[in-house]
């Protein structure tokens, strides 16, 4: 029987067997590139973003599509801060923040955030905002939009400065937690305008607290209890104000072979697999917990390598972790903006002509 | 934190059987008792992996004071704290923050040793180091520039979203030997294949080494950079450095001998 789309993706995140297997594109500023805009037009103008993200929708076809995310959108409404944070906009690239938010680790203690029910104050999440209500608008009949966010171990990092974060982390335990408190808080009002807006699936992307970078003990600290809270009031406030239910999927970037049990405790319906963990094991460790997504090599195969080795590539993928259901196929982590297109196609194409359930394999 | 503790507490209460002190009348170092010596070079090598750098300053004091040789105190002691550490960062023992730590506390430790130097210290190597323009990400770049630097090199850290330009310039005011680039994303690290051909039209490639490096750069595409090495973390980064430096060297000996020939 044939699903819908909408099922067939939350079947698998929540670590069900599909009809078939389902993708995911994980695209971000290679949008631009498949719209023939710069990055900085998708930026500046939601209705762009949105048109650029519907093109590859068009090209690609997959069965969901993480909206656009932006440091701007992310970080533009903060401010400068006690450290003079500000962010450098290029053309064909996605911006850089300059500077801190938090200068010492104290500040987090004396300084605000931006409100995101305030369109006053936050012009720039309410760009993503527009962005988000549009591509429900255009593609959400077609295919399951998540709505993306920079994470909240991540945001935190970057308004402090990585290397201070990092040594706040073992030397100033406590502002560590009022940072990731407020980031927390602050992404989890902003869901809920996304919710609002009709907004029902939610991908973080959280480069920093992976085990490339900190222990599996700081992830427990740091990290996870914050990350559950997330997905915890998102998830109750979908439910409580319109009796619906909200998905959530948490991407962390690196190697985390290591805390692949504690990233399923995250209260996310699913996590999503950078390309260096073997999905092999994530299949045996998950056992079916939460559901699975990734995790296509996006540096040899898809942007240096051929059409044929990404379609081998996700054809492993696929064989490694789809059977029994519970797995989603999508980059390992955003698309290369160069990308050739027909390697990106290849991946979507292997996962309809490899993912038929029962799998041949 | 038993080892520095004991050495603290025995050297505030007794001055024990050595005298590692520069003789006045003779001007030479007097060797150390070498039972303390190691024990005090156990200690700086103990109190980097500990993280904790206000011991790490009082025990370099306590080192200097007893006339440890300030050489042996960084090489023998701190630096191979570092090793410690770092081989810990390889098996997943440690990671970012304790390596940051670690650091801290030896750049600490050495501000104290330093005035004792009686002169500079071999220079292993000097590296010009950034992530390249468009990418703000430095926590791996920042680590190998502490551990080169602890090592012996001198270091010039241009930081995140840096020009080509600024490379180049930076690389030839110091006569660099290497030029070291980062970046954490696909997008930028495009930047590394144009920025490596830029260098050769400034008449910088067949002078210096160029290593490249961060968590998307692949061994394929470091190749395609043509950059002389990589490495998949910030340890084995500086290990490859330390081959290269010594490939460097040879080679520039081999070229002066080939023109005095």
Redesign the interface.
Known sequence: MTMTVRERIVTALTGGQPDRVPSCSFLWDHAAIVADVKCSEVRNDARIATKAYTACYEKYKPDALLGHHDRLWNYGDWGPGTGGLELELPDYDQPSLIGQYWKEPEDAFTTSAPDPHSKKDSPMFWRHVEHIETLLDSIGDRAVVFGMHHGIFSMATLLRGATDFMLDLVENPEAAHKMMDITTTVVLERLKIWIDHGLRFFMQGEPCPSCELISPKHFTEFALPYLQRLHDGAREYARDKYGERFYSCLHICGNNTLILDQMAEAHADGISLDQRVDLAVAKKVINGKVGIMGNIETTDALLLGTPELVEQATKTAIDKCAKGGGFIVAAGCAVPIPAPFRNVKAMYDATIKYGQYPLKS | MAGPLLVLGKVSHETPGHDGRVSPDEGERIPMDEAREQELLQALSDVCVE?NYKKGKELAEVAMNEGLDPIKAILDGLTMGMGRIGKLFER?E?????M??AA?VMDQAIEVIKPHLTAPMENKGTVVIGTVK??????GK?LVALMLRNLGFTVHDLG??VAPDAFVNKAIEVEADFICMSA?????M?GMITNVEYFSQKGLRERLKIMVGG????P??AG?TGADGTAP?AFAAVNRAKELATQLFAERELAKAAVSA
């Open positions: 993280g997943k440690a990671f970012v923050p304790e940051l730590l801290k468009g990418d703000i990400h430095d926590v920042r995140v979203n954490l994303m696909t997008t930028t495009q968590a998307p750069v692949t394929q595409f395609m973390d």
